[in-house]
């Protein structure tokens, strides 16, 4: 909107944060102007808006910032004026299942799922007992035979799921159960199952699986650039600006006194940041602040 270019540089194989790859077939009803929007669906409409003044660098983690007079050099490649920074929790890596595989194992084995369709009418476990591994059994449940390996037999994730999985007669919840060994026999995984406090072992067939075991991630890196943490998150001012001149950071990320970490924020910290790089890059311009001006 005010002619500027970006870079958006994303350490994961695709942008979208959290509502992308942590619950994307979540219904979000605190979005304004939806009464709720499936959150694969926000984050294609966000991208959607971009235009082509942004460039997309994704499978890039960001860790080297250099301060120069009149900008920062990142990883030692880009030059731009400003940084924002919206890491939310931080680099996520997915906790993965430890066991060892060869590759054709892993291309079975997923952290992500982009298309439920990619696994219509297959056997698929998914490993895990939190939310997003509920989410996502109940959402390929709709679409294939589903087992949800979990290694207690109390999930950590919404009651009203675990009993929505149930009634349901193409799903059932393995517990409690360890995954042990992992193999390829006949195309299909074969993965033996310890149950939890006993010896025994049960071993399940899967076409594919997804462990859902939630991701590490942190912020922590972004001290190498100057920039001061308070806890694990970025401390900025009313403009969004760190402590570094030119660095701002929004989202999650960043806090100040009553931040709460929802999407609609965000939105609203990144108007405030790019306001403010606006008026710093170009003091003498009168800024126009609407999307139109009248
Ligand atoms: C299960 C769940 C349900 C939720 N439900 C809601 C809800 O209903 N409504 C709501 O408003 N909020 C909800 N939230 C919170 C919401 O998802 C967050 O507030 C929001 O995602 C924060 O956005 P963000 O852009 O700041 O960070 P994120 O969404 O965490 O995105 C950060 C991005 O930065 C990338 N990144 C990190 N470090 C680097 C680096 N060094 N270099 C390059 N890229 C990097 C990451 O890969 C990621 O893509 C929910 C969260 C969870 C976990």
């Given at each position: 909107m005010h002619g500027l270019k970006t870079i958006l540089f994303d350490s994961l194989s695709e942008v979208g944060g959290q509502p992308q790859l942590?619950?994307?077939?979540k219904q979000i009803t605190d979005i304004p102007t939806y009464d709720s929007i499936k959150a694969s669906e926000l984050i294609n409409k966000l991208k959607h808006?971009?235009?082509?003044?942004t460039k997309i660098i994704t499978n890039?983690?960001?860790?080297q910032v250099e301060k120069k007079s009149d900008g920062f050099i990142i990883d030692n490649d880009f030059f731009t004026r400003s940084i924002i920074i919206a890491t939310g929790a931080g680099a996520f890596k997915p906790k993965e299942l430890p066991l060892k595989m060869d590759q054709n194992i892993s291309k079975k084995v997923h952290y992500f799922i982009k298309n439920p369709q990619d696994f219509a009418n297959q056997t698929v476990g998914i490993f895990g007992g939190g939310d997003s591994a509920l989410d996502l059994a109940l959402e390929l449940a709709k679409v294939a035979n589903i087992k949800v390996i979990h290694r207690r037999d109390q999930f950590r994730g919404l009651e009203s799921s675990v009993n929505q999985l149930k009634s349901l007669k193409n799903v059932e919840l393995l517990t409690p159960y360890l995954p042990k060994t992992i193999e390829l026999s006949d195309n299909q995984l074969q993965i033996g199952l310890k149950q939890m406090g006993t010896t025994q072992m049960r071993t399940e067939h899967f076409d594919q699986i997804i462990v859902a075991y939630g991701f590490r991630a942190n912020n922590r890196f972004v001290k190498k650039w100057g920039i001061n943490l308070k806890g694990t998150n970025v401390a900025v001012n009313s403009t969004m600006e760190t402590n570094v001149a030119g660095i701002y950071a929004v989202g999650d990320v960043a806090t100040y006194?009553?931040?709460?970490?929802?999407i609609a924020l965000g939105f609203g910290e990144a108007q405030i940041a790019i306001t403010t790089i606006m008026r710093r890059l170009f003091p003498e311009k009168t800024l126009t602040i609407h999307s139109t001006s009248i």
């Open positions: 942590l619950y994307p077939f808006n971009l235009t082509n003044e890039h983690k960001v860790e006194p009553g931040r709460v970490p929802l």
